[in-house]
Nanobody, 121 residues
Framework: QLQASGGGLVQAGGSLRLACTVS????????VAWFRQAPGKERECVGF????????YYADFVKGRFMISRDMSMNTHYLIMHSLKLEDTAVYYC????????????????WGQGTLVTVSS
């Protein structure tokens, strides 16, 4: 089970940290991804971290602004977002899986419920 949290309203240029708490599976055995879906658009992969942490992927539209980290003691992954733009407004989802990762929906086995991020001008 995945529980995403931390969404909210933030001004453009600001920062926000999302959290994804993993339960029911061994934390160290799963890779974790972040996806987002803006109104009227398809869900897209923001980035992922492999279970061994040696593979990290970030979409071009967030590269240099977003970072994924994890705290194994808390069974939690984080999506740290800086320099937020209006176009970052979306529902953000975390996903987990036993593969090394992937940018498609089908690459992931478990999904959280999503948390809304709204960036205002």
């Amino acid at each position: 089970q995945l529980q995403a949290s931390g969404g909210g309203l933030v001004q453009a240029g600001g920062s926000l940290r999302l959290a994804c708490t993993v339960s029911g599976v061994t934390f160290a055995h799963v890779s974790v991804a972040w996806f987002r879906q803006a109104p009227g658009k398809e869900r897209e992969c923001v980035g992922f971290m492999s279970r061994s942490t040696d593979i990290q992927y970030y979409a071009d539209f967030v590269k240099g602004r977003f970072m994924i980290s994890r705290d194994m003691s808390m069974n939690t992954h984080y999506l740290i977002m800086h320099s937020l733009k209006l176009e970052d407004t979306a529902v953000y989802y975390c996903a987990a899986g036993t593969s090394y990762g992937g940018t498609t929906y089908s690459s992931w086995d478990y999904w959280g419920q999503g948390t809304l991020v709204t960036v205002s001008s």
